[in-house]
C-alpha cells in the first residue's frame, strides 16, 4: 500500500479524551476514531490489526475442534423472556421496539439464541459433542465507557458455546477451550494468566478470566508469580488428549480476581511469589450445565431413550478489546510496537527523497519485491520531511522500517530498522529482502 492513497489520518498531539497509553496511541496512529460514548469506527490500519487478531482466534479455535458460524447483532426479546434474563439483564441491555412493537435487542451475548439454534437441529447423543463460536459484535451498554476499546459499549467478541451430553465431558470442553486460550493468548504476543472468577449475569458454577497484566487494567489482581512465564503447550498439544495435566499446573498455584481474592490464601503462598497486580481480562470462560438448556428445553434423548438437558458452557474473547491491551502491553514512548502476528504491515519502507529519480526507482523495485514475497508494505511515497516519516513510522509500530535515500543507496545500501530494539543496520537492498522475507 502506497502511503499516499493510504486512509491514515494520525494526529500529533495526544488527545485530551485519552487517559490511558493504548487509547491515546490508537487514536494517534488512527487505528480508530469514536462515533458516539463507547462507539469507534474502525479506520483501516485498526481494522488490519483486527482481522488479524481474529485469524489467529479462529485458527486456534479451528485447532480446539471448535466450529464457525454466524448469529445475528438483533435479537428478539422472546428468547431471553425464555431464560428469564430479559428482565434480569438490566439496562446494560440494549432494547429497541421494531415497527411491530415487538420487542427486539442488541445482543450483548448469545446463549439463549444458540441454545435455541441447537436445540432445533440436534436431537441425538450421536451428536454430541459440539462447540460453536462466532466472532460477532456486541452491545452492552454501559455505564461508565472508558479506555477507548477496552471498555466500548459496541464491541467485538468471539463467543463460543459447547453442548456436551454429562458433566464429565462438558468439562473436557471446558478444558479444551482453557488450553485453547492459552495458545491464543500466547500467539497475540501476550502472557495471559487464567484466573479463579466470577460469573456475573452469564451464570455458573466455574469460571475462569484469563488476564494480561498491566497497571492501566481495570481489575486488581493477586496471583502467584510462577504464572507469569509459564511456558504454553505447542502446536503438537492433542486435544483428545489428557490436558488436565496444563490446567492442574495453573489452577494449583494462587491465582484470583479481586471479586474470587481469599486473602488467607494468598498469605499461604510464599512471600516472594506473591504477586498483586493490575489486569485486563482479555478472555473469559464458563461451565454453567444446564442453566440455558433446561430452561428453554434444549434436550437430546440419550443412551438410555431418555430426554436429557444438555450440559453447556461459553467462551468468550474480547477481540476489539485485544488490540488495546496488546497496546498496553507493547509500546514505546514513541508509539506502537506490534508483535509480528498482528502487525497491520510487517514493513515500513522510508522514501528519503521522493522525486529523487533514482531513490523512487529503489523503492519501487523494493515495493514489488516484497508483495512479490509476500510481504505487506506500507510504503511511505509522501513528500513529507524524513523527520515526520520516521514518527510516523515509529507511531504507528510496524515490525521494520526499510529506510532508503539517495546517500546510502550511493554507496549500494538501505538501513532497516527493527521497531522493537531500535537495532538498525545498512545492508544491500537483497540482503534486507532476504532478512525480512526470512523472519
Ligand atoms: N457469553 C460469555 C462468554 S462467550 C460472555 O459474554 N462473557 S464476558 O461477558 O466475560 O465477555 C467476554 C469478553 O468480552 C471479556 O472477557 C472481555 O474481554 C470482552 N468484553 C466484555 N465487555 C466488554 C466491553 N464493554 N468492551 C470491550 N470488551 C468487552
Known sequence: MRLSRYFLPTLKENPAEAQIVSHRLMLRAGLVRQTAAGIYAWLPLGLAVLRNIEKIVREEQARAGAIELLMPTIQSADLWRQSGRFDAYGPEMLRIVDRHERDMLYGPTNEE????????????????PRNLFHI??????????????????EFLMKDGYSFDLDVESARRAYRKMFVSYLRTFD??????????ADTGPIGGDMSH????LAETGESAVFCHRDLVDMPVPGDDIDYDGDLEPVIRARTELYAATDEKHDPAAFEAVPEDKRLSARGIEVGHIFFFGTKYSAAMGCVVSGPDGRDTPL???????????????????SHDDAG????DAVAPFKVGLVNLKSGDAETDAACATLYDKLQAAGVTVLYDDTDERAGAKFSTMDLIGLPWQLVVGPRGLKSGVVELKRRATGEKEELSPEAALAKISGN
Do not use: N
Request: hydrophobic share 50%; glycine share 12%.
Open 187 to 196: 500467539r497475540l504476543g501476550l502472557r495471559a494468566i487464567p484466573m479463579a
Open 136 to 153: 460477532q459484535w456486541k452491545f452492552r451498554d454501559e455505564i461508565r465507557p472508558r479506555f477507548g476499546v477496552m471498555r466500548g459499549r
Open 336 to 339: 506502537i510496537i506490534w508483535p
Open 113 to 128: 439464541m444458540i441454545t435455541e439454534i441447537f436445540k432445533g437441529a440436534v436431537k441425538s447423543y450421536r451428536d454430541l
Open 311 to 329: 450440559q453447556m458452557g461459553s467462551y468468550g474473547i474480547g477481540v476489539a478489546r485485544l488490540v488495546g491491551g496488546i497496546i498496553e502491553a
Open 209 to 212: 478470566e484469563f488476564i494480561i
